[in-house]
Every structure is written in C-alpha cells, then in structure tokens.
C-alpha cells in the first residue's frame, strides 16, 4: 500500500506553480504499480463540484468548482482515480473539511482518493469535529474494507 499526504498549492497560486505541482504529482503516481493500493490524502486546496454518473466525483460533494478542482478531476481523469468523498451522502458538518468561521468560510478541500479499481472498498468518508491541532481543517476518515 501506497499512502501519500498532499498539501497542494492555494488557488490563488500562479498557473505555473500550480502547473508543477499537478505534473509532479502526476509523475509520482504514474510511476506507482497498478497491483499497489494507492491512497492520496490532505489539504489539494480544491472544489470538485459534483456529478451524477462520474467515476472520478460522486453527487454529495460541494457543488462549486475552482481551477484546482478542475486541475485535479483532470489528473484523477488520466490516472484512473476517484476522489471518494463526494460518494456519500451527509450532512454539511460532516461534509466540509474546511471552515473559517471569522470570515463565515466553509468548505470541501481535504480529500481522500484511492484507484477507481482498488480491492479496498471504501464505505464512507466523511469529516469529524473535535479533533483539536491548532488548525482550521477538520480530521477527514474513512472506513475501508478489503473485497
């Protein structure tokens, strides 16, 4: 198994930074075997809207988008992953990974994602309060079983 924590750019960040973070990360996973479980976790800074019959986003997420949900749907597209947080229906609470309660900003950009052909079958995904480090972001979890 292949764990790989992420802290990608802020979506305020120059394309060209952003370009090379996505190419690099891109790079990483490509050069993983397809018979290793790969998991990508933490902070891509990105709002991957939401779709019906996707493999990549599921109907439950946030329904906005920004230039790096986008960046990231498109790398997912081409490696064959899917961003399993959107698949599961909860409530908002449970759904948003981000909040900035000063400014009244909340948010999904901490995601799990897993190959869409994985033998770990991902059952839920959601974010919990409470757990206390001094940061904005709230502790996403998820629960897996080996099919």
């Not at 950009?109 to 869409?116: A, E, T, V």
């Given at each position: 198994?292949?764990?790989?924590?992420v802290y990608a750019p802020s979506d305020d960040a120059d394309p060209l930074t952003k370009d090379m973070f996505f190419n690099k990360l891109t790079h990483i996973i490509s050069d993983i075997k397809h018979d290793k479980e790969l998991f990508l976790l933490g902070d891509f800074n990105s709002r991957t809207g939401t779709e019906t019959n996707s493999p990549v986003v599921g109907q439950y997420g946030e329904r906005s988008t920004n230039d790096n949900g986008l960046r990231l749907r498109g790398m997912c597209e081409s490696l064959n992953l899917k961003i399993m947080n959107g698949f599961f229906p909860h409530r908002d609470i449970h759904k948003l990974t981000w909040t900035q309660p000063t400014r009244q900003l909340r948010s999904i950009?901490?995601?799990?994602?897993?190959?869409?052909n994985s033998k770990l079958k991902t059952i839920d995904v959601r974010a919990y309060r409470g757990a206390e480090c001094g940061s904005d972001h709230h502790l996403v979890v998820s629960n897996n079983i080996y099919i």
């Open positions: 198994m292949i764990i790989i924590g950009i901490d995601y799990l994602i897993q190959r869409q």
